[in-house]
């Protein structure tokens, strides 16, 4: 534990040691951006985002649909079988 720094040399608990990391304090409300400005900064942010092309959402899309019908009909079947196999219990 003392390789950790979680005790020092004699065995004691060690001190916590000090955060580098602040924590930014909030704008005071006399520095908010106004709407336009929000509105701006939120345009120039979604222009920097990679979006999928056509191709690839019809792809992506395809792989979802099919592995929720491969899904669904596994369920489908085991919830089947267990009813099917209570039923044969419990008129037995």
């Known amino acids: 534990m ?3 720094g979680q005790t020092g040399p004699d065995g004691s608990p060690a001190a916590p040691a000090p955060q580098e990391r602040r924590r930014r304090a909030p704008k005071p409300p006399s520095q908010r ?3 336009v400005t929000f509105a701006r ?4 942010e979604l222009r920097k985002v990679a979006w999928p ?3 690839e959402v019809l792809n992506y899309s395809i792989v ?4 929720l019908i491969i ?4 369920i489908f079947l085991l ?3 267990f009813s099917k196999f209570v039923l044969f219990l419990y008129n037995s």
């Open 2 to 4: 003392q390789r950790q």
């Open 64 to 67: 979802v649909l099919v592995t």
């Open 41 to 44: 900064e939120v345009r120039g």
């Open 33 to 35: 951006t106004s709407a």
């Open 53 to 55: 092309t056509r191709g």
């Open 71 to 74: 899904l669904i009909s596994l």
């Open 79 to 81: 919830d089947l079988a």
